[in-house]
């Protein structure tokens, strides 16, 4: 019985690979399984657009007919449940078995579990769309939201709560909203325009309890205030999905432990996505576990160019980005990697910090405003970081200095 190609997780990242395995005309078995009853979707609406919606809709980013076109075998509702990499074979739940050449885990992320007892059915994660749709029909005019994480996704789902008309806390133990990776200025011009949307920020305070007794959530926070909820939704982060890959002896760490090629420590054996580490060149070889849209379609693609043996090294800068309230936030880059930052203002109160290493070089760019004022600037900073350019600090500050004038340079 022939292998073929194998992918478990059928996500963006497996979903994409599987595709991009087709399109690079590879003729022998696809097989994409997923524990989700649904085709490959794209997550990130899941907090904006599908939540804000009267009738949330999955978006597909294929059908049954492509699939069927391109047979590509997709097995959907069952789990993964071990790796024999002597046989070359996965065991999934319901008993079969399923043999592979290479396979690909983009296995993805799940959201971090708050350890606390008193968790009850009004305390709740997203992640699936079965989740946006459980929280959504609680999403209703005066319906009391509380919010556990000032992050990205609590903050998306934070303006769609109030878009719909509910009343919205948001609880962050750390100093501020957006601790990890976002600049503090641009933090707080996304706090205030909360604030001015109604919602009741609370930082600096972590949670000593919470009680759920099935009608609504207690939460009592160190410093003592209580607040009382109808649902608490808990964005804390998410943890890369490895347990299928530890049990088969891969390495891990912080995640799926993969070189620049997404080859797992088993040479026939990928992984992409949330679930992998990898080492980022233009950071020294740094190894970064990216929780990102753009990184799980561009390491899907990248996955199935070098199962099929392409040798090609992971090259991408780390792109990120959130709309809330109108106001586009973007980054490029990591930047934790600067030790200063020069800013860039635009036009409608948008602006770009520039994160600057040691060197001079240019290691992330942070942009914000209305629409899509940010957008072409950060992308041409996003080619300046792939180059390693060490642009002039004045140059970058100022507007009169166009950035693709310092990219030929």
Known sequence: MAGGMLIIGAGE???????????????GPVTLVGDEPHLPYERPPLSKEAMASNTPEIKAI??????????ILHIHSVQAVAIDRAAHAVRLSDGSVLPYDKLLLATGSTPRKLPMP?????????????????????????????IIGGGFIG?????????????VTVIEAQPR?????????????????????????????????IADDGNEVRITLAGGQEI?????????????????AGEAGLTIDNGIAVDAEL????????????CCSFPLAVYGGRRVRLEAWRNAQEQGALAARNMLGAGEAHAAVPWFW???YGLSLQIAGLSDEGSSTVRRDLDDGAFILFHLAQDGRLVAASGIGPGNTVARDIRLAEMLIGKRAKPAPEALGSQDVKLKSLLAA
């Not at 294929?62 to 047979?71: C, N, P, Q």
């Not at 990890?180 to 949670?207: F, N, S, T, Y």
């Not at 088993?266 to 949330?274: E, N, W």
């Open 155 to 167: 903050l998306e789902l934070a303006a769609s709560a109030r878009k719909l008309g509910a009343t």
């Open 263 to 274: 080859r797992s420590s088993d040479p026939d054996i990928f992984a992409a996505g949330d």
């Open 228 to 244: 009382s909820a109808d649902l608490a939704v808990i964005g804390i982060g998410a943890v890369p999905v490895t347990g299928l």
């Open 177 to 209: 909203i957006l601790m990890r990776g976002v600049p503090a200025e641009i933090a707080e011009i996304i706090h205030d325009a909360h604030v001015a949307e109604g919602v009741k920020i609370l930082c600096g305070d972590g949670i000593a309890s």
């Open 62 to 71: 294929t059908s049954d007919a492509i699939l069927a076109e391109k047979s």
């Open 13 to 27: 990242c497996g979903g994409r690979g599987a595709l991009a395995l087709r399109d690079l005309d590879y003729q």
């Open 118 to 146: 008193g968790l009850g059915p009004r305390c709740v994660y997203l992640r699936t769309f079965a989740d946006a749709l459980a929280i959504r029909a609680h999403l209703t005019p005066g319906n009391r939201i509380a």
């Open 322 to 324: 959130s709309d809330q």
